[in-house]
Nanobody
């Protein structure tokens, strides 16, 4: 499976942005899919994910502001980000895999990764 992330850009605090991740070369609907982000000098961190049964999970830092969704027909994953904060500045990666619940938020549980898209939030 190949993943192609897009939609990053530069925004002001409080603004919104929508990221997309298009999958090709595999059966996208079989996988759990998630978004991670990596800020400068920090480790890659879980942002939001959709399990194979459509259950969604969010990190505490984005809950209520970000919404993850997927279009299985178009093999596309989305991340709608609202009320962006300075701390949201990072490279955002989409990922696909078959993680078990206990390790759903761990980057090592995912096999397929997009190339990342940069989001810069300024005040």
């Amino acid at each position: 499976v190949q993943l192609q992330a897009s939609g990053g850009g530069s925004v002001w605090t409080g603004n919104s942005l929508r990221l997309s991740c298009i999958a090709s070369g595999g059966t996208f609907s079989r996988y759990s899919v998630s978004w991670f982000r990596q800020a400068p000098g920090k480790e890659r961190a879980f942002v939001a994910g959709i399990k194979w049964n459509a259950t969604t999970l969010y990190s505490d830092s984005v809950k209520g502001r970000f919404t993850i969704s997927r279009d299985k027909v178009k093999s596309t994953l989305f991340l709608q980000m609202s009320s962006l904060q300075i701390e949201g500045t990072a490279v955002y990666y989409c990922a696909a895999g078959t993680p078990i619940l206990s390790s759903f938020r761990s980057p090592t549980s995912y096999v397929y990764w997009g190339q990342g898209t940069l989001v810069t939030v300024s005040s």
